[in-house]
């Protein structure tokens, strides 16, 4: 203990004499606690609310019946029989039945007079006022059909709604009017499959936000992914595959995922459209609550319920009431679930939300170590370098080895924990403000509890005794007898530049592992996760000396001569004190590097999910009834179109009937499923100007065509080829949904680049079944509308003469849809529905590349805020760096205002250190960047979702914005030291340059 304390006050002593450093070092702990405060506050909130929200899921009732998930994830619950309702009406201990169901609807605010902003958002340009369909995702509020006398829930405004009247009013819950901003007595337009209808609005109810995973294993929460009553969209990282195998080894059963009942009646006459539904099950937490009759008004057919909300007489309790009717509800077909409080609260302990939170979580307190790591270091790293003389001193007087490391690991958490300390105080005292003046930044709530203060401990205290090894390790091996040599000296060239190549080294394992070593997908995917990835790192640890070396020899006499500086002046200024150097760059490349390969890896991406020019100027589809053959002839009629440039189509979403293969493993999301696409083929791919001008990557484009029309034949996109690892003269076999014993057989006639299908068919309505699809393939007209019994025509490609406002043409090709209005058509598990008005949905190419960039923007960005936040805390680095810089100079500095050097001269040439680091990071950053964006790129071919060939995309706007912010950060960390300098007398700077000496 003595020992200790002894150790202790060198500390202290030491850091007294030199506060500014130790302050600069607090500061950083600080701002990456806070950081970690901000992310993980959030989940504190969400974790310390579960029971509070249970509760409020539940309102009114005590426990919910449904039926039990029987389908795969996407299939909506089975209907629950009417006798069983009846029963439980019976049941004495029964105060109240409410019967409801869930429907997907797309809901928007009525427009006013006064309002003229125009919903630019990507989900906005692509759905806006439209029907829902089965690609996009599940997004907006959800129709609830209730019978109920009162409301559910705790009334915020308006009254619940009048059991006699059936006039068109709605109850919302309160997160949908301020998602729609809509009060009581406004309008809400809420579009159907088959109707659109406005519904006044009457009241407001108060729903919980967070919904629950009731249904095991596709139950989503909201603000992580879609809620309950919703269904996954068929984007990338988004649920496993919606196909199930049946037995008999067949990969691909009846169509079935995301319809409310597995199979669809056979037809001879025509094909069933699968209804978009939603995605889970219970009650909806986004609700738009009207009777059964405004819902049958709404969807075209009756309500049927799919959840009982129950409450229980105050005589009953939960568990008697199971027990006496666990077995009942077992023996029903399909079999019933109870869904009591703890469900209810499990549910919300494994939602979607609540998960995401808790990543979020761990990515910040991951940074936040790599931050405190490198301030600390960076810190330890330049004391050793000073004291050394000092510690060779101490070591001749009467210190050990240990007693020197426990001098760096004593002042590491000290520094640490006082800067843990001051981060709880300005997290907590963050997140009591940021939560009243920007609830925006805190959506979930935000609470300081034992968990936060936990993790924000740990972290701290892990990266204190990371970063003190390294420092501590070096001052062990300083000997007494280097008291009386000099204390730095340059570093021999074979050093940098033996640790450059071996860093290079491991930087090319990971490309090499990418792109060119024969590996199975599951062995690349571990060999890069565990092995050459980490390598990665470590090589650009390794590189960043002989960075630094080189942006010195490189860039230093471009920085002097740019600020007018003698060149003698930085010569091998940052080489001669590599350690501090290397560090600063180390610790600004944490947050610029992550930025760069996110920023990357995001546009890089992007690319294959483009539309590209191939794609005509829009997809009209005329849902849900299509156009007669004599119809047909009204879309090149309308003004606006070209009419030699029109394309009728047949277009089906049918399974793929792999035999006892099953699906290719590389399109685990889709891969049970694809879209057929009927044209003319001549009309389509030949002439100097095709209406779709795709490039042939395999096959003859003349040859192809001719096979085409012959029948039989089908042309595919590249990343399907590349996935299925099918090629030309191989055949795919397809189910008709509308026969499901019937096969069609298609021969492979070529392979073309189609890049931006996925989602030009995510918005456009092809995806007629299924919400997920592994491929889009190209054969006859003809042939398609025979084999997948499709009488009628739903999908026209047109192109328009120049200059056509593209809400005018929609409007135009509506005036055809609505000609149809009041015929019938026929929806898997629903059976006849009316169309009480047909729509016309156009998907124009150039809206959906809007769309996407907007989306990726934002996701992307997103993405990079953690990122972007870590730089500007590890500029606190580079002060630390640059005050370590001054001292140690001061005696140089005081020389050289002796013989005539100005202010201003010693001012530039300590910005033009700082200059040279910001350059160093840039440049191991950006060398990181591209490394690890484009490997990821390449290993997305392997993750089940995408098997495309790898693009490469720098994106050098995006790029710049984080290298101009990182010289930013590194000319405000140089001015302080560099104004303190400037401003000293030579004689000043003389006898503190000897003080140090």
């Known amino acids: 203990m003595t020992n200790l304390r002894f150790l202790f006050k060198l500390v202290s002593s030491q850091l007294r004499r030199h506060p500014g450093r130790a302050v600069i070092t607090t500061l950083g702990v600080i701002a990456s606690t806070c950081a970690v405060v901000w992310v993980a506050s959030g989940y504190d909130a969400l974790v310390s609310q579960f029971d509070e929200n249970a509760g409020k899921y539940l309102g009114r009732y005590d426990v919910l019946v449904m039926a039990k998930p029987a389908g795969p994830p996407g299939a909506s619950a089975p209907a629950v029989p009417p006798a069983l309702i009846d029963e439980l009406e019976q049941d004495a201990g029964v105060l109240e039945v409410n019967p409801t169901s869930n429907y997907r609807v797309t809901a928007t605010r009525v427009a006013k007079a006064s309002d003229d902003e125009v919903d630019t958002t990507p989900l906005g340009l692509l759905i806006g006022s439209r029907p829902p369909v089965n690609g996009a995702p599940p997004i907006g509020p959800k129709l609830v059909s209730t019978p109920a006398a009162e409301a559910p829930y705790e ?29 009581v007595g406004d309008e809400i337009l809420v579009t159907s499959f088959g109707n659109q209808v406005n519904l006044s609005v009457i009241g407001i109810v108060e729903q919980v936000d967070l919904a629950p995973s009731l249904n095991a294993p596709g139950g989503r929460g909201k603000r992580g992914g879609p809620s309950r009553g919703e269904k996954v969209e068929g ?68 309500a049927k319920p799919e959840v009982l909300q129950v409450a229980l007489r105050d005589t009953v309790t939960v568990d008697q009431f199971r027990e006496a009717w666990q077995t009942r509800f077992a023996s029903h077909r399909p079999a019933m679930q109870l869904i009591d409080f703890e469900a209810v609260r499990g549910g919300m302990e494994s939602s979607r939300s609540v998960s995401g939170q808790q990543s979020q979580a761990w990515a910040a307190t991951g ?58 105080l300005a997290g907590w005292l963050m997140v009591l403000v940021g939560s009243r003046l920007l609830p925006g930044l805190f959506s979930s709530g935000a609470v300081l509890g034992w968990g936060c203060v936990l993790l924000t401990g740990v972290t701290v205290l892990v990266g204190a005794l990371g970063a003190a090894i390294v420092p501590a390790w070096r001052a062990m091996r300083i000997q007494p007898l280097d008291a009386m040599s000099p204390r730095t000296a340059s570093p021999r060239f074979s050093w940098w530049l033996a640790l450059g190549v071996l860093g290079l080294v491991m930087v090319t394992a990971t490309p090499i592992t990418v792109f060119a070593m024969p590996l199975s997908d599951e062995a690349r995917k571990w060999c890069y996760s565990f092995v050459t990835y980490p390598l990665l790192l470590i090589g650009m640890i390794l590189l960043a000396p002989a960075v ?30 590599l350690w501090r150097g290397v560090g600063a760059t180390l610790a600004l490349s944490v947050g610029l590097g992550l930025f760069a390969s996110t920023q990357t890896w995001g546009y890089s991406m992007l690319v294959p999910f483009t539309p590209g020019d191939w794609m005509p100027d829009a997809l009209v589809a005329f849902h849900p009834v299509g156009l007669s053959e004599q119809e047909e002839s009204r879309v090149a009629e309308v003004d606006g179109v070209k009419a030699d440039q029109v394309m009728p189509l047949a277009i089906e979403q049918a399974k793929f009937d792999w035999g006892d293969v099953g699906p290719p493993k590389r399109l685990r999301m889709g891969g049970d499923n694809g879209i057929v696409f009927g044209l003319d083929p001549r009309a389509a791919f030949a002439g100097e100007h095709p209406i779709a001008d795709v490039e042939f990557v395999a096959g003859d484009r003349d040859s192809a065509i001719e096979l085409l029309a012959d029948g039989g034949h089908c042309v595919i996109p590249e990343d399907f080829a590349m996935a299925s690892g099918l090629g030309i003269g191989d055949t795919v076999t397809l189910i008709p949904p509308a026969a499901e014993k019937e096969r069609v057989r298609y021969e492979i006639a070529g392979i073309v680049s189609l890049p931006g299908w996925q989602w030009m068919t995510k918005f456009s309505g092809v995806r007629r079944h299924f919400v997920r699809t592994g491929t889009l393939l190209f054969t006859d007209r003809s042939a398609v509308k025979t084999d997948f019994h499709l009488p009628r025509t739903e999908f026209f490609w047109v192109n328009f003469e120049s200059g056509q406002d593209l809400k005018t043409m929609e409007a135009r090709f509506q005036a055809i849809a609505e000609e149809q209005a009041g015929e019938t058509f026929q929806a898997t598990g629903v059976g006849e529905v009316k169309a009480y008005r047909p729509f016309a949905r156009m998907t124009a190419t150039e809206t959906v590349r809007k769309a996407i960039r907007k989306h990726a923007d934002g996701m992307i960005w997103g993405m990079s805020y953690m990122p972007l936040i870590t730089l500007v805390v590890m500029s606190l680095a580079v002060v630390n760096t640059i005050i370590a810089s001054v001292r140690s100079r001061t005696w140089e500095f005081g020389v050289m205002r002796s013989i005539g050097v100005t202010r201003g001269q010693l001012i530039r040439l300590v910005f033009a250190e700082t200059l040279l680091i910001a350059l160093a990071a840039c440049l191991l950053s950006l060398t990181f960047g591209l490394v690890a964006g484009w490997c990821g790129v390449g290993m997305a071919q392997f993750g089940g979702w995408f098997a495309g060939p790898p693009s490469f995309r720098i994106p050098w706007s995006q790029l710049s914005f984080g290298f101009a912010l990182t010289l930013i950060l590194c000319l405000l960390a140089g001015l302080w030291p560099a104004m303190r300098t400037g401003r000293a007398e030579p004689l000043a700077l003389l006898q503190a340059g000897r003080a140090t000496q």
């Not at 009334?155 to 009060?183: F, I, P, S």
């Not at 210190?399 to 001051?422: D, F, H, N, P, Y």
């Not at 630094?548 to 004190?577: G, H, W, Y």
Request: proline share 4%; hydrophobic share 45%.
């Open 155 to 183: 009334m915020v405004d308006g009254v619940w709604l009048d059991g006699e009247n059936e006039a068109n009013t709605v109850v919302v819950a309160e997160q949908v009017a301020k998602e729609l901003e809509v009060a």
């Open 235 to 302: 984007g990338p990282g988004r649920g496993g595959d919606i196909s199930a195998k049946p037995p008999g080894g067949k990969a691909n059963g009846p169509a079935g995922s995301g319809g409310r009942v597995a199979n669809p009646t056979q037809t001879s006459d025509g094909s069933q459209i699968q209804l978009p539904t939603g995605f889970g099950s219970g009650i909806a937490t986004d609700a738009l609550y009207v009777r059964p009759t405004v819902a049958a008004k709404v969807n075209g057919y009756e």
């Open 367 to 424: 940074m936040a170590s790599l931050a405190a790591i490198f301030i600390i270091f960076s810190t330890l790293s330049m004391g050793v370098s000073e004291r050394a003389r000092e510690f060779a001193m101490l070591r001749a007087v009467a210190l050990t080895r240990s007693q020197i490391a426990g001098i760096i690991a004593i002042e590491s958490v000290v520094l640490a924990m006082v800067g843990w300390g001051g981060g709880l």
């Open 548 to 577: 630094v070396v080189l942006c010195e020899r490189i860039f230093a006499p471009l920085v002097t001569r740019l600020l007018r500086l003698d060149q003698r002046m930085m010569k091998t200024q940052l080489a001669s004190n």
